[in-house]
T-cell receptor, first 112, second 114 residues
Framework: QQQVKQSPQSLIVQKGGISIINCAYENTAFDYFPWYQQFPGKGPALLIA?????SEKKEGRFTISFNKSAKQFSLHIMDSQPGDSATYFCAAYYFRDDKIIFGKGTRLHILP | DAGITQSPRHKVTETGTPVTLRCHQT?????MYWYRQDPGHGLRLIHYSYGVKDTDKGEVSDGYSVSRSKTEDFLLTLESATSSQTSVYFC?????????????FGSGTRLTVV
């Protein structure tokens, strides 16, 4: 049962533009919302994460925006670069069970 | 980083043969996970372990078994490989990294069943 819905499936952005990936979740018991970045031939790597009591978290060019009432969160990549081209997964984490539910991923391509 | 090693990195096998994939970690993490990744399906949990000899099924466990006889090793076995099990398999452990909590993944095993 899909509990984290991610969109879009694929995204093309011009270099220097803003990339936005959206996710929605159903279960309010999640404790934490991480984002993963995956390059071809590699495993997913933890990129940035947010707790549900925080509305925004920024690390460099990457920002998570979190809307608890709407049960939605999004990843914004500012000044997108060709090196950001990768697949991005949003996720929701239950600390108690140490269980993560992943979205289906967004393939991002930044045009040079 | 956790030091997760998956072996082999690539494997081609014939339908009906048994296959075992290995995941090795060096930092005594309790929880370990096996995922498969397929286009359009994202990451799907196969099995996980919460300690030595303690394992449980994930959402796509049919046709797979696991064993964990030592903390550092988590083995995934395809009892009789089928073409539908052609996939990229990832092992993961849970840990915190610079204040962010989540899973750390290995580099994956690309399995082709012919």
């Amino acid at each position: 049962q899909q509990q984290v819905k991610q969109s879009p499936q694929s995204l093309i952005v011009q270099k220097g533009g803003i990339s936005i990936i959206n996710c929605a979740y159903e279960n309010t018991a999640f404790d934490y919302f991480p984002w993963y970045q995956q390059f071809p031939g590699k495993g997913p790597a933890l990129l940035i994460a947010i707790r549900p009591d925080v509305s925004e978290k920024k690390e460099g060019r990457f920002t998570i925006s979190f809307n608890k009432s709407a049960k939605q969160f999004s990843l914004h990549i500012m000044d997108s670069q060709p090196g950001d081209s990768a697949t991005y997964f949003c996720a929701a984490y239950y600390f108690r069970d140490d269980k993560i539910i992943f979205g289906k991923g967004t393939r991002l391509h930044i045009l040079p | 980083d956790a030091g997760i090693t998956q072996s082999p990195r690539h494997k081609v096998t014939e339908t009906g043969t048994p296959v075992t994939l290995r995941c090795h970690q060096t930092e005594n993490h309790r929880y370990m996970y096996w995922y498969r990744q397929d286009p359009g399906h994202g990451l799907r949990l196969i099995h996980y372990s919460y300690g030595v000899k303690d394992t449980d099924k994930g959402e796509v466990s049919d046709g797979y078994s696991v064993s964990r006889s030592k903390t550092e090793d988590f083995l995934l076995t395809l009892e009789s490989a089928t073409s539908s099990q052609t996939s990229v398999y990832f092992c993961a452990i849970s840990e915190s990294h610079q204040g962010n909590y989540g899973y750390t993944f290995g580099s994956g095993t690309r399995l082709t069943v012919v």
